[in-house]
């Protein structure tokens, strides 16, 4: 009989594994059972109720300025001269409450002639005016 040698076993070198996994399956118990589970505040919503019934209608006419490419001014439809806008303005107000205005200009309008229109619709007593720039 043919006797081995001491290292050439590969039984030998086995490494029992057991142990190890059950002390992972404890501490991952442990980790659960002390894990607290806070719940996240945040601000509640409070929905309007879904009605059926539509807003009142309003009749409330919005007070328009165009700025053209040549510098002609628009108010509401009408061709008005920079020194007219003021009071045309205030003509408006008096038939309608109204406390904001849109300014339309045209992108190859003159930004003075626009500023200029700012000036005179918050002279008038406009105090929210918006400028969009479009075709």
């Known amino acids: 009989m043919k006797r081995k040698k001491h290292g050439s076993s590969d ?5 029992d ?9 404890i501490m991952l118990i442990f980790f659960i059972v ?13 929905r309007p109720k879904d009605s059926k019934t539509p ?14 490419e040549d510098g002609t001014i ?3 439809g009408r061709q008005v001269d920079i020194r007219r806008v003021e009071a045309n ?4 107000l008096a038939e309608n409450n109204q406390d904001s ?3 339309q200009a045209h992108p190859k309008a003159e930004h ?15 105090k929210n005016v918006s400028v969009l720039v479009g075709k």
């Open 112 to 126: 003075g002639d626009v500023t200029e229109v700012i000036n005179e619709v918050k002279r008038a007593g406009i």
């Open 34 to 46: 002390t894990t607290s589970f806070v719940k996240e505040k945040g601000l509640e919503v409070s």
């Open 17 to 25: 594994m057991t142990p190890m996994l059950d002390i992972v399956f």
């Open 89 to 92: 303005i205030q003509s408006f």
């Open 74 to 76: 628009v108010v509401n």
């Open 11 to 15: 039984d030998d070198a086995a490494i």
């Open 101 to 103: 205005a849109a300014v």
């Open 55 to 68: 807003p009142p209608p309003t009749n409330v006419k919005s007070l328009s300025i165009r700025v053209n």
